[in-house]
């Protein structure tokens, strides 16, 4: 017959489980004391952050309860032997200090590896693709050099350590020859050299290329440094719990109870998907998401808040917070298109219907024909450095009039009416300039202007008789859709609003509705980025009639010819940006 008794040892799966937070806090407090014990003029507040670290390494290594505790007490033994035996050596015999000195040597130089080996590592891997996004982005060239010169001198260091970088062996341009990647360990004098300089500059060079190349490692890495902040310094903790006390009018509990119940919260498994589940519960799912992702927002301000003593309670709290609300912001990201597409409304036909906010929700973008630097980016990792430092990006002129294609006094050409007709797209003349409209369902429209080269997006808005259109009159009489098109009233023919000054019309923007006197300074604001996107688009698609082929066109009839090419490209474009399974006419 079975025991009832728990087993002595639990599972070496689930010992880890039946340790309270509370009984590894007061372990941590116990090195740490130790710690500052063993080194002159520190505090156990001081150590605290290492002695967290110290604890976390055998508590994942060790494989039962009790052998945590032995291998607990060892280190630490061997860590008081280690420091009585230095003590206790004044002067001693030379090989006996030449004994220590390399000990010392070689320890220090695994301690910089240990630290800085994956940072090092991580900047030789995205150095490269960091330098020319700067190339290609900043204003100012120098950025890109100087962040160029300090990657190359973090593989200088790397070289020194013995650090193996990825395609080190047909990298020609760390300037670290083979005897100094190989060379024996490096003296005391330059090891505490090379250890201030890379504590001066590794983390901001880190920084640099991870807001470049991946924000969220750039902003993880600024949570873990407040999170050490707070650690090494109570002070700070109590200022900032004063400061959420005073300014917060809900007034949180920064207790390590309310803590542990959001995180318990997070930790809790979401309902998981079942087969013909009912209609809705995809989307009840992915609004438990964003309650989640609320409690990780709340998790973290209660952590801040909390008193170094508390946060001992919870190692890495601001770090695991993060990633399960990343975890839960991802999810969401891949149910997204989904969520959409079932909350769409169809007509008769199982058309999707438009909405005013697919214009700035679904903003165009650029297809085909992307320069050589654009393309070397996939490629990055294939190719040598020597190779992608030779690559030269190649530079779009700036295009901003069409050179003939619908200017002030040219005649339209004939094969261009059948062109938009397959598009859906009209051809509006007037004294002061051509253009072309395209209507998106009900929702918006867009106009294409040529000289200059401009595209606005609108509110649609079909004025009734006696009304008069929304427009705005630029130099040269030139006129344009105002912004405020089909989001507030047109005026009559006297001027006078028809609707009595009252908004006749709800609008919709980010799941907020209501009036135009609430929500119409944040439609436009919106409608205006989706005309600049269009509009970036549109000047690409020119540009592109000036190089290659198009730089040998001489004659107007030519250039016209290329710029049609170019105006049913940027037809194509919007078209299937909105309607992604559009056909043309026949």
């Not at 006996?96 to 240990?114: F, H, M, S, V, Y």
């Not at 590592?121 to 693709?129: C, F, G, P, V």
């Not at 028809?498 to 980010?510: F, I, R, W, Y």
Request: glycine share 6%; charged share 30%.
């Amino acid at each position: 017959m079975a025991s009832n008794n728990p087993p002595t040892n639990p599972p070496t799966n689930d010992w880890r489980s039946t340790v309270s937070q509370a009984y590894r806090s007061t372990e941590v407090r116990s090195i740490a004391a130790t710690l500052a014990s063993l080194e002159p003029g520190a505090t156990t507040a001081s150590k605290t952050m290492l002695a967290m670290r110290f604890e976390e390494s055998i508590f994942k290594a060790a494989s039962s309860l009790d052998d945590y505790k032995k291998c607990i007490q060892k280190r630490l033994k061997k860590l008081q032997k280690h420091y009585s035996k230095t003590g206790a050596t004044p002067g001693g015999s030379g090989a006996a200090d030449g004994t220590i000195t390399r000990e010392k040597e070689r320890l220090l130089e695994n301690e910089l590896r240990e630290k800085f080996g994956s940072k090092l590592i991580y900047i030789a891997e995205k150095s490269d693709l960091a330098v020319l996004v700067l190339k290609q982005t900043s204003d100012n060239p120098q950025q890109a050099d100087a962040l160029l010169s300090h990657a190359l001198k973090t593989k200088e260091w790397a070289g020194y350590l013995g650090i193996p970088l990825p395609n080190d062996n047909n990298d020609d341009s760390n300037n670290v020859d083979a005897e100094k990647k190989h060379r024996p360990p490096l003296d005391m004098g330059h090891l505490l050299k090379i250890k201030a300089q890379m504590e001066k500059f590794v983390d901001v060079i880190r920084s640099h290329i991870s807001k470049i190349c991946d924000p969220e490692i750039f902003l993880l890495d600024k949570l873990m440094f407040l999170e050490q902040d707070f650690m090494k310094r109570s002070s700070c903790s109590d200022i900032v719990q004063r400061a959420f006390a005073e300014h917060d009018r809900e007034c949180p509990h920064f207790t390590v109870e309310e803590m542990q119940r959001l995180l318990d919260k997070l930790r809790s498994p979401l309902p998981a998907p079942r087969r013909n589940q009912e209609e809705g519960a995809d989307v009840r799912a992915s609004v438990a998401r964003i309650d989640r992702i609320r409690t990780v927002a709340q998790a973290m301000y209660i952590y801040v808040g909390l008193s170094q003593g508390d946060k001992t309670a919870f190692p890495n709290g601001l770090q695991k917070t993060f990633d399960i609300g990343r975890t839960y912001l991802n999810e969401l990201e891949k149910e997204y298109d989904s969520l959409l597409k079932g909350m769409e409304d169809t007509d008769e036909n199982g058309q999707r219907i438009l909405h005013l906010e697919d214009a700035w929700n679904n903003v165009l973008r650029y297809e085909g024909g992307e320069s050589e630097g654009a393309s070397s980016l996939e490629d990055m990792d294939a190719e040598p450095e020597a190779k992608r430092q030779k690559v030269e990006t190649r530079r779009y002129p700036m295009v901003i009039c069409s050179r003939v294609l619908l200017t002030p006094g040219r005649c339209v050409i004939s094969s261009i009416v059948p062109v938009l007709k397959r598009k859906r797209a009209t051809l509006i003349r007037n004294k002061t300039a051509s253009y072309v409209r395209l209507e998106f369902g009900n929702a918006f429209e867009m106009n294409i202007y040529f000289v200059p080269l401009l595209v606005t997006v609108r509110a649609m808005e079909r004025p009734k008789e006696g009304q008069l259109p929304n427009m705005v009159t630029m130099a040269g009489e030139l006129t344009w859709p105002s912004l405020h098109q089909g989001l507030r009233p047109s005026l009559g023919s006297d001027g006078t609003s028809n609707d009595d000054g009252k908004d006749n019309k709800d609008l919709t923007v980010l799941g907020v509705t209501g009036p135009y006197s609430t929500l119409g300074h944040i439609i436009t604001k919106k409608l205006q980025y989706a005309s600049a996107q269009a509009t970036h688009v549109l000047r690409r698609c020119f540009a592109e009639t000036t190089i290659g082929k198009g730089a040998l066109a001489k004659s107007d009839f030519e250039v016209e010819i290329l710029e049609i090419g170019a105006l049913v490209k940027f037809l194509q474009i919007a078209r299937s940006t909105y309607i992604p399974d559009w056909v043309d006419d026949d």
